[in-house]
């Protein structure tokens, strides 16, 4: 979707939160990352203030039940709850769109070159179509669908990643065309086979894009070993990579609901509350993020 294709992406049940105080100074405490990793979450606080023209006098707290480095879009649905617990917090009233131009400010230092389907997906929930310069699709499921999400147990560089597709498209560009046509038709079929709760024919077509992003280079040999292995058990297999823990499987859920509108500030509180699902990719012409 990077290059021009549709692509389809879902929020799961595995969360950011966030929360937001005022203070006499901009603070930012996580226990999940060290503080140089850090430097994003206070690009997004720092350009929502600006925005307002206003000093950042606020602490956030991030907790967190995504791994970063993971595939799960752990940095996209951190950028969207501390915009939307800062939002919360001096009553700004964001809305979606607000929440994703202020996510992406941070996930440019993350990646570089968004293109915003993980801030998107994270700000709507729910499962969407996404074309990057289009309004996003929701895809209303019947019910909820249960994945199963493989970890590796390494980390990557989603950034490194997409220059790795840019080195496609620019050595293969006939090539790299037909792969993003055939995405698009590949993430309405995964639309469809959603909606009828056909997990067989989802499975079958994930694994079609996981070999198209294998072809670009986007996953290693050891996502590959796992797909082949996951194949041979059932035919339903999409990899991901996820950074300091043990290589293991995680069932995820996914469904058709968006995201309830943000809680308003209560009274003298000074309390600010944001709460963001991470993302799942399940077809396009990208990493997973």
Same mark, same amino acid.
């Given at each position: 979707?990077?290059?021009?294709?549709?692509?389809?992406?879902?929020?799961?049940?595995?969360?950011?939160?966030?929360?937001?105080?005022?203070?006499?100074?901009?603070?930012?405490?996580?226990?999940?990352?060290?503080?140089?990793?850090?430097?994003?979450?206070?690009?997004?606080?720092?350009?929502?203030?600006?925005?307002?023209?206003?000093?950042?006098?606020?602490?956030?707290?991030?907790?967190?039940?995504?791994?970063?480095?993971?595939?799960?879009?752990?940095?996209?649905?951190?950028?969207?709850?501390?915009?939307?617990?800062?939002?919360?917090?001096?009553?700004?009233?964001?809305?979606?769109?607000?929440?994703?131009?202020?996510?992406?400010?941070? #996930?440019?230092?993350?990646?570089?070159?968004?293109?915003?389907?993980?801030?998107?997906?994270?700000?709507?929930?729910?499962?969407?179509?996404?074309?990057?310069?289009? #309004?996003?699709?929701?895809? #209303?499921?019947?019910?909820?669908?249960?994945?199963?999400?493989?970890?590796?147990?390494?980390?990557?560089?989603?950034?490194?990643?997409?220059?790795?597709?840019?080195?496609?498209?620019?050595?293969?560009?006939?090539?790299?065309?037909?792969?993003? #046509?055939?995405?698009?038709?590949?993430?309405?079929?995964?639309?469809?086979?959603?909606?009828?709760?056909?997990?067989?024919?989802?499975?079958?077509?994930?694994?079609?894009?996981?070999?198209?992003?294998?072809?670009?280079?986007?996953?290693?040999?050891?996502?590959?070993?796992?797909?082949?292995?996951?194949?041979?058990?059932?035919?339903?297999?999409?990899?991901?990579?996820?950074?300091?823990?043990?290589?293991?499987?995680?069932?995820?859920?996914?469904?058709?609901?968006?995201?309830?509108?943000?809680?308003?500030?209560?009274?003298?509180?000074?309390?600010?509350?944001?709460?963001?699902?991470?993302?799942?990719?399940?077809?396009?012409?990208?990493?997973?993020?």
């Amino acid at each position: 979707m990077v290059h021009g294709a549709t692509a389809i992406a879902a929020a799961i049940e595995r969360k950011v939160r966030v929360e937001a105080t005022k203070s006499d100074r901009l603070a930012i405490d996580s226990r999940l990352r060290r503080p140089e990793e850090l430097v994003p979450a206070r690009k997004v606080v720092e350009s929502l203030y600006k925005a307002k023209k206003a000093e950042p006098r606020v602490s956030i707290s991030i907790t967190s039940t995504l791994a970063d480095g993971a595939g799960l879009g752990s940095s996209a649905a951190t950028m969207i709850a501390i915009a939307g617990a800062t939002s919360a917090l001096e009553g700004w009233g964001l809305d979606q769109t607000a929440l994703v131009r202020a996510g992406e400010a941070g #996930e440019k230092l993350v990646h570089g070159n968004p293109s915003g389907v993980d801030a998107t997906t994270s700000a709507m929930g729910g499962v969407i179509l996404f074309k990057k310069g289009e #309004e996003p699709r929701r895809v #209303e499921l019947r019910a909820p669908v249960t994945l199963l999400v493989v970890f590796s147990g390494r980390r990557r560089n989603t950034g490194r990643l997409i220059g790795r597709v840019a080195g496609m498209k620019e050595t293969y560009p006939s090539l790299f065309a037909s792969l993003c #046509e055939s995405a698009t038709l590949v993430s309405g079929l995964c639309a469809e086979a959603l909606v009828k709760g056909d997990t067989a024919a989802l499975g079958r077509l994930m694994t079609y894009s996981h070999a198209v992003l294998a072809r670009a280079g986007n996953h290693q040999w050891q996502a590959n070993g796992g797909v082949a292995q996951l194949n041979h058990q059932r035919p339903a297999a999409q990899p991901t990579r996820l950074g300091r823990q043990r290589a293991g499987q995680l069932p995820v859920q996914i469904d058709g609901h968006g995201v309830p509108p943000a809680p308003r500030q209560r009274g003298a509180t000074h309390v600010g509350r944001g709460e963001r699902d991470g993302e799942r990719g399940l077809a396009g012409p990208r990493p997973p993020a």
